[in-house]
């Protein structure tokens, strides 16, 4: 209890000082309402709106300001999705694919204003849900983490590049993993980080230093999305705003126990390396339809359906923050966006961090969520105008903003080439099936992982059971075989198999 | 996946991207051959044992990309791709999408290549918005490749003209873009009587990279693409000598 009042204390005091500063708010008002926006235009998504920002704020304000902008943008975009999702039937983000499911039925039967009051609350609720985890938790795991040395850093990092292979795959796994491969080959290019040997430079100086995490960035999440974009689209015909956004109190109280539910599965979901606000908002709307009494109306216009997915995407952003910053392994997509806002302030997130970078992150958050509670709460009408705005003409400024973004922190020509270059393998990745997150996530974890598996292979002198030799490493070991061995089809008959036979 | 359709157009389509994969895998193990992988010998000085090798880790991935690439190729074959590889259906071929994306990638590559190092970054930009906003607007082909071709007028001769980067400060390709960018906004004009998205154009491909340029060149004190182009010299210009003294004092 004591360690929990510690870090209450600690949070307060970066708190306070945060809320003491003017300029915070002029970031938090900016960043909330153009992370709402970017989540509220069906074609762009949270990934998109952090990445962009990292361009604008990541290295050119102090790292607090720059981490205000980012958040914000962040959890604005998460809950900017609900939008479309409510009055549109489009999922404005993957992480609010879910939403549509009973939010577009809602505001067909006239309660369109009651589901984004709503929303709007459970987001909130939720995203404080996996801040607090974030609070806590994150310092349990600091102290662990101390023991963590190479050989489960390098373990760590190919579970997370496994993982997010495993559960982005929109088609067969194995495209996950190949773009988890191609990843991380793409990291290997540059000088290695150990002994400075060139690899893959073809003699270009550009790429002595690797790829930059800003272009890649750029080139794999924006790039694609223009060329998708730029498309005739028939204009969206929202739903009209019925009834009023402002929750009723008494409604909120009688679903508090979905809520609490749903932002615990997000944040343990969001917990997960690799694993983004997509996956949390589908798991918790399938726990929410099989443990709730009224699973069956579940797509037909349930509040508790439409609140299982929304609290649960908002507070996957705590826990993917967990990862993070306790082993420098993004928890999701645009945590991985995040990171390479951290890299690029020469901050290395993992055990060596900071830890008043920590508190100011949960203090963020705080601040962030409430400024989006009162945002979606009385500017609701201001967003739902947004929703008309043709991807034609937003999608071209997309591509300006980008251009000049991945220009400005490298300062060259050759990043926006290698952003082009980037964004059209993804383009033809996207076009195959091929899920664009663990491309990046291999980029960023990359060089952590070359360079701890080598190390490891160093202390040891080559002896390879230095990876099953310690406890956690064993333990590691054991959850990356597992986890490549489970989708083998021999062993996944056997399974299905044998649990036809227990039946 | 929607149908059975899609399905086999995206076998099809694997089993073209198995073997891109396959060969580049292949291509880059070669390559990995560079690195010394066994202590090898650099100006005299013996590099590591083969565990810390630089080559090692890369060595992995290529390998495994090389297994994945044929497990990828083999689900493709076993679902019919390599029958339905050189048919149209396995192509997926489409007439509109391909110009569409033919179109679009040429716009891309002249935006990135050509105008940004070259032509002031607020024309070139203009110019962008403006092309892409009316050639894909409605969805008709005519247009995207009149959006196209102007873009490529500007990008090529900005190449041709001051391709080495001790000429890129030349303002005639910023010159060529300002006519080109005023002749499509006109054309944008004629053909647009009703459409409110293609009437607000002009307004958005001036106000945004004004605004972007500015504030991270004024604002965040960046470095911006071509600060020598015609326009932003001018800006510059004004914002340190006529306007900054104004605050300043």
Redesign the interface.
């Known amino acids: 209890m004591e360690f929990v009042f510690g870090q209450l204390s600690g949070f307060g005091a970066a708190f306070i000082a945060l809320v003491s500063d003017p300029l915070t708010y002029a970031y938090l008002v900016v960043s909330v309402f153009l992370g709402i926006t970017f989540g509220a235009l069906p074609g762009l998504t949270a990934t998109l709106a952090v990445t962009i920002l990292t361009g604008?704020f990541g290295n050119?304000?102090p790292l607090d300001y720059s981490l205000i902008a980012l958040l914000g943008a962040y959890v604005g975009a998460i809950y900017g999705g609900s939008y479309p999702s409510i009055l549109l039937n489009i999922p404005g983000t993957a992480a609010s694919a879910a939403t549509a499911m009973d939010g577009y039925p809602l505001a067909k039967a006239g309660r369109g204003g009651e589901a984004l009051g709503l929303t709007t609350t459970a987001s909130f609720i939720g995203t404080l849900i996996g801040t607090f985890a974030l609070l806590i938790f994150v310092w349990v795991l600091l102290l662990i983490s101390k023991n963590i040395a190479s050989p489960e850093k390098a373990l760590l990092a190919l579970f997370g590049i496994l993982l997010s292979g495993t559960l982005m795959s929109e088609?067969?796994v194995?495209?996950g993993?190949?773009a988890g491969?191609?990843g991380?080959?793409m990291a290997?290019v540059g000088l290695?980080p150990?002994?400075s040997?060139p690899?893959?430079t073809f003699g270009w100086s550009y790429i002595l230093s690797g790829f930059q995490v800003v272009p890649v960035l750029m080139g794999a999440f924006a790039?694609p999305q223009?060329?998708d974009g730029?498309?005739?689209m028939p204009p969206a015909q929202a739903m009209a705003l019925k009834g009023r956004v402002l929750p009723n109190l008494k409604t909120v109280r009688k679903y508090l126990p979905t809520i609490s539910r749903s932002g615990v599965i997000g944040t343990g979901v969001g917990a997960l390396p690799g694993v983004g606000e997509d996956v949390a908002g589908w798991v918790s709307y399938g726990v929410g339809k099989s443990v709730s009494k009224d699973g069956a109306k579940f797509g037909k216009g349930s509040l508790e359906g439409l609140l299982s997915s929304e609290t649960a995407n908002n507070a996957c952003i705590g826990g993917a923050l967990i990862p993070l910053l306790v082993l420098g392994i993004p928890g999701s997509p645009p945590a991985a966006a995040l990171m390479g806002a951290f890299k690029i302030n020469n901050v290395i997130p993992g055990p060596t961090i900071d830890p008043d970078i920590i508190l100011r992150v949960v203090a963020i958050m705080v601040l962030a969520s409430f400024t989006m509670f009162i945002m979606g709460l009385f500017t609701a009408r201001i967003f739902i105008k947004i929703l008309h705005i043709?991807q034609?003409?937003f999608?071209?400024?997309v591509?300006?903003?980008t251009?000049?973004g991945s220009?400005?922190v490298g300062?060259g020509?050759n990043d926006?080439?290698l952003?082009?270059a980037v964004?059209?393998v993804a383009y033809?990745m996207n076009?195959?099936?091929?899920p664009i997150a663990p491309l990046v996530i291999g980029v960023i974890l990359g060089g952590l992982?070359?360079e701890t598996?080598?190390r490891s292979?160093?202390i040891s002198?080559?002896d390879l059971s230095v990876f099953a030799s310690r406890p956690v490493a064993a333990m590691l070991l054991v959850l990356n075989v597992t986890l490549i061995l489970s989708q083998f089809p021999v062993i996944k008959r056997t399974f299905v198999r044998l649990k036809k036979g227990t039946a | 996946?929607d149908s059975d359709n899609d399905r086999a157009i995206?076998r099809a389509?694997?089993f073209w991207?198995a073997l891109v994969?396959m060969s580049l895998s292949l291509f880059?193990l070669w390559?990995t051959g560079d690195?010394?992988l066994f202590g090898g010998n650099r100006a005299g000085v013996r590099?590591?044992?083969?565990?810390?090798?630089?080559a090692?880790?890369?060595l992995g991935?290529?390998s495994?990309?090389l297994v994945?690439?044929t497990?990828?190729m083999t689900?493709a074959i076993r679902a019919g791709g390599a029958k339905t590889a050189l048919t149209g259906l396995g192509i997926g071929w489409n007439r509109l999408e391909a110009i569409?994306?033919a179109t679009?990638?040429m716009i891309?590559?002249f935006?990135?290549?050509g105008l940004?190092?070259r032509v002031d970054?607020i024309l070139a930009?203009g110019l962008?918005?403006t092309a892409?906003?009316f050639g894909?607007?409605?969805?008709y082909a005519a247009r995207m490749i009149l959006a196209a071709v102007a873009m490529a007028l500007c990008g090529t001769y900005a190449l041709a003209a001051n391709l080495p980067q001790s000429e890129w400060g030349a303002w005639d390709d910023d010159s060529l873009t300002a006519c080109v960018w005023t002749a499509l906004t006109i054309w944008v004009g004629l053909n647009s009587r009703g459409d409110k998205?293609l009437r607000?154009?002009p307004i958005?491909a001036v106000v945004?990279?004004t605004m972007?340029?500015c504030a991270?060149a004024f604002g965040?004190?960046?470095?911006?693409?071509n600060r020598g182009g015609i326009l932003f010299k001018q800006i510059e210009y004004h914002y340190y000598v006529t306007l900054k003294p104004v605050w300043g004092n």
């Not at chain 2, 590099?47 to 630089?54: E, H, K, L, V």
């Not at chain 2, 965040?220 to 693409?225: D, E, I, S």
Request: hydrophobic share 60%.
């Open positions: 604008f050119k304000i088609d067969l194995i495209k993993w190949i491969l191609i991380l080959a290997m290695d150990l002994l040997e690899r893959y790039i223009v060329i730029m498309r005739h043709p034609t003409v999608l071209p400024v591509l300006v903003l251009t000049i220009f400005s300062g020509i926006l080439y952003m082009l964004g059209c033809f076009m195959l099936k091929y992982f070359d598996f080598r292979l160093l002198n080559g | 996946m995206l389509r694997d991207g994969l880059f390559r690195i010394p590099s590591a044992d083969w565990y810390n090798s630089a090692i880790v890369p991935i290529f495994a990309l994945l690439s497990v990828m689900v569409r994306f679009l990638a891309m590559f935006y990135i290549a940004v190092p970054f930009s962008l918005i892409l906003t894909y607007h409605g969805g998205v607000a154009v958005i945004a990279p972007l340029v991270m965040f004190r960046q470095n911006v693409p």
